[in-house]
């Protein structure tokens, strides 16, 4: 559900945000710019949900380390920051995803469809491959039982788009 939610944020980082750039004009920064305020939002409000509907499970274990290989990390990351770097130079470099209009109907197409994809376990590419993941450690996570969470999550968060979008664009 956070990869679904944080991808929101970039021109990359849910497939219909590419359709949706193409279509519209829209470029990497359009997206920084025009959502990721509003995706910090839904994502500190994600982490508060989860504090209330997964509170039995946050409980720390040291012998299950999330990270455990560090140079991984520390390259991941690199690569990260530079294709980042390069989406948002590519007025400077020459290399444009898309072009920019900024209409909100884009963006209100854009949450609802990146956002959406929490609903339910097939909703998003992301839901399907951490619910593999899970059952192959031994967490089997029922399609019934993610969108009982995922309808919460969903709500939740479309439900502050509507005035992020009324207050930021049509008042």
Partial sequence: MA?????TATLVGD???IIIASRAGLTFNDFLVHLTP???VLTAVFIGLCRLLFRKAFRYDPERAAIQDKVMLVQSL???GVVIAAFVLHPVLHYEPSGGDHNVLWWALAL???LGGNATAVGASANVVILGIAERNGARVSFWQFTKYGLVVTVVTVALCVPYLWLRYLL
């Fill in 38 to 40: 509003l995706v910090i």
């Fill in 15 to 17: 497939p219909p945000n």
């Fill in 112 to 114: 609802g469809a990146d």
């Fill in 78 to 80: 690199s690569v990260l």
């Fill in 3 to 7: 990869s679904d939610i944080g991808g």
